[in-house]
């Protein structure tokens, strides 16, 4: 049976147990990013440069996804994802009991290599069970459930933290949501399989694959500094970083179906266009910017604007057939991994030789190239969407 021979109401319940799964998920990285500038600075005691050497050990963990996935080619995706997020649980759970930078290190690795091999599913079995002309806005609703997870994660967060309990405990509770996320992929209906080639990489997919290099040099600036800048440099507690982070996920529930009905029905050229140029904009700010209540509103913007980069997804599935959609998203992981290595650790020697102004004006360059590649896509005509 292929995904066309799905009926309506199993294609709904998947989508439902996708967006579970993504909402649980997201819930469980909340903590973790809610967590992890204070935790690293507070509990284990890491320098600019300690920190920007562990995020790239971790981040080539998206770099080897490409290979685990290829061996895993022709398996279910729900399948295979509960397997990668029950990873994601241990590794949480792990920073429970680490005491020193090792430890820390080797549950990142745990974590992190079932997250990279997880990431490029959800969108792959959203765009297999999604009707013809309502891709974006399907995956908006996707990215609206994450977003919902990761705001109750942060004010879950938030409230333990105001009660007192120590970060240690929370991150069992990020584990305990990374298990029940692998649960309910066992649910989704394992149709959505389409054989194809292990691994794609092809030159007509290069701009693709130029545009996830420089999301990835640009993202990981803002998940490996700026909250550190804010913590480090403006002595923003942990209770303002949840409240920020809890903004950003009121913004980016609301705003993604919108988002995904608007690249149906405009194409992702100018979506993308303005969200690389805004997000160079905002590294400016913050490599200028010294009033920390403006800072404040910089990273609720920055973070925010992440619902924009759901157009590279559905370029993805406008440029490839089903069969290649999935080893070709994993493709794009892999480049954006590529830059997530080598970005903080020059960012973390900028940081330490240069100052922290000039590891934002990498990024702004680098969100400035990116626009640049983004005029080079393709005008969009738009598909007649089924009614559901």
């Known amino acids: ?89 241990a590794g949480l759970s792990g920073y429970a009991v680490v005491r020193n930078y090792g430890a820390v290190l080797l549950m990142s690795l745990v974590w992190s290599q079932g997250l990279h091999v997880w990431m490029p599913l959800p969108a792959s079995m959203t765009m297999g069970l999604a009707e013809p002309g309502r891709t974006g806005f399907r995956l908006g609703q996707v990215r609206s459930a994450g977003s919902a997870g990761f705001g109750i994660g942060l004010a879950g967060a938030y409230i333990l933290t105001r009660l007192g309990v120590p970060m240690r405990p929370q991150f069992l509770v990020a584990g305990a949501a990374a298990a029940a996320a692998a649960a309910a992929c066992i649910g989704i209906p394992r149709e959505i399989r389409t054989p194809g080639p292990r691994l794609v990489f092809r030159r007509q997919y290069g701009l693709y694959y130029l545009l996830s290099f420089l999301e990835g040099w640009r993202k990981q ?20 970083i949840l409240l920020l982070l809890g903004a950003v996920q009121v913004v980016r529930y609301v705003a993604a179906p919108r988002v995904g009905r608007l690249i149906d029905r405009v194409g992702e050229r100018p979506v993308l266009i303005t969200y690389f140029a805004g997000l160079a904009l905002f590294f400016i700010g913050y490599a200028t910017v010294r009033v920390r209540a403006v800072l404040y509103v910089l990273f609720v913007l920055d973070n925010a604007f992440f619902v924009l980069s759901l157009a590279l997804s559905t370029y993805v599935n406008r440029l490839v057939p089903p069969g290649e959609r999935t080893p070709t998203l994993s493709m794009g992981v892999a480049m954006n991994h590529v830059a997530a290595v080598i970005m903080p650790l020059l960012g973390g020697v900028l940081w330490k030789y240069a100052g922290y102004q000039w590891v934002f004006a990498v990024g702004a360059l680098a969100a400035a190239g990116s626009v640049v590649a983004a005029r080079r896509l393709p005008v969009h005509h738009p598909v007649a969407a089924e009614s559901t």
């Open 221 to 240: 600036i803002f998940i490996c500094f700026a909250g550190f800048l804010l913590v480090r440099e403006y002595g923003a507690p942990l209770q303002t």
């Open 1 to 89: 049976m292929t995904s066309q021979a799905l009926t309506p109401e199993r294609r709904r319940l998947g989508l439902i147990l996708v967006g579970l799964a993504g909402a649980c998920v997201s819930f469980a990285l909340a903590i973790q990013m809610g967590l992890n500038a204070n935790f690293m600075a507070d509990e284990i005691g890491v320098s600019g440069l300690q920190l920007g050497m562990l995020e790239a050990v971790r981040e080539s963990c998206g770099i080897l996804a490409l290979l685990v996935l290829a061996l895993l080619a022709g398996r279910p995706e729900p399948v295979v994802g509960a397997g990668m997020l029950l990873l994601v649980a």
